[in-house]
């Protein structure tokens, strides 16, 4: 890696910046939006503030684009666009800690499961550690990063104790409407039925037990969810990375640019496994409580 270059908030020793680059994240971003529709609260206050209605597809995408610029942009760019987000929460009144907790949360959980479920493998340890490395990104949105869950089971705790405040109510029913038959221009009505539905129930379908109680559907047999995910995941996984990664706005391949090539993210060294837990538990450079670069690989020693 160039060392005179900024790695960014996480750089390439971190378990984000390689997770971060898999398709099926788009998959777990879904899977995000439908779970934090069951806070009744924090729900209302995107449907009131956010432009959700007017205009979901923006809001999708500045979302992916903030999470993009926060795994692989500069530190400058990444705390700008942390800045950026904290002053529109202030201004539109939803810079509650308790609605950004369930928000952080929601995300965080929804990244981590369906990676693991779709042929990532993890160990316990590297899954704590994307825990405890999204407590940057907790920071950056306006929370205390010492009161977010910083390994799989405080999340695990925090759900048990949030759960029964959760609902479906009509909030939740309109993100639903939207998320299993958004609007489109004519010409890609097809291409909705015949991706986006699979993407969404897909997404769906791997949400927690008690998320599909909440919505009153039967919950499908989880083998079958994580059969289906892992194929969808490995079909998406043939689109060349370099081709994938052009999608606007390129954070990845800029990226590499920055840092140089060597610092490619590839979340699955085949078969699909990271296989390196003891270098991944190094300690590396650490500010606010997250990594900030160092070598080509996990962890690996410079």
């Known amino acids: 890696m160039r060392q005179d270059a900024d790695p960014g908030l996480f750089g390439p020793r971190s378990v984000t910046w390689q997770l971060h680059s ?3 994240m788009w998959i777990a971003g879904v899977r995000a939006l439908w779970l934090q529709a069951l806070h009744p609260v924090a729900v209302r206050g995107v449907m009131i503030n956010s432009g959700f209605r007017e205009d979901p597809w923006g809001r999708l995408m500045r979302t992916a684009d903030f999470v ?4 692989y942009g500069t530190t400058e760019a990444a705390e700008a666009a942390g800045a950026r987000v904290r002053r529109i929460h202030r201004l539109l009144g939803v810079d509650d800690p308790e609605l950004l907790l369930w928000v ?3 995300e965080t959980d ?12 993890l ?3 590297q899954a704590d550690r994307y825990v405890d490395e999204h407590r940057t990104s907790a920071r950056l949105v306006g929370l205390d990063p010492d009161s977010v869950p910083a390994s799989t089971a405080e999340l695990a705790a925090y ?6 405040g959760l609902a479906a109510g009509p909030d939740a029913r309109t993100v639903e409407d939207f998320l299993r038959r958004p609007p489109v221009e004519p010409a890609l009505v097809p291409a909705r039925e015949v991706i986006w539905r699979r993407v969404t129930a897909l997404a769906y379908d791997t949400l927690p037990l008690y998320a599909h109680a909440l919505y009153g559907r039967p919950a499908p047999p989880p083998e079958t969810v994580t059969h289906r995910l892992v194929a969808t995941a490995n079909l998406l996984r043939c689109v060349p990375a370099r081709l994938r990664w052009r999608l606007p706005p390129r954070h990845i391949l800029r990226a590499m640019e920055r840092l140089g090539p060597e610092t490619r993210p590839d979340p699955y060294p085949a078969p699909y496994s990271l296989s390196d837990p003891a270098a991944i538990l190094e ?3 650490r500010q606010y409580g997250i990594d900030g670069g160092g070598s080509t690989r996990w ?3 410079d």
């Open 104 to 106: 952080h949360c929601a």
């Open 110 to 121: 929804s990244y981590l499961s369906v990676v693991r479920r779709s042929g990532i493998s």
């Open 68 to 71: 993009g610029t926060l795994s």
């Open 283 to 285: 300690e590396p450079r």
């Open 22 to 24: 898999d398709p099926v």
């Open 299 to 301: 962890g690996t020693p």
């Open 123 to 125: 160990t316990d340890a």
């Open 159 to 164: 759900f048990d104790a949030v759960r029964p």
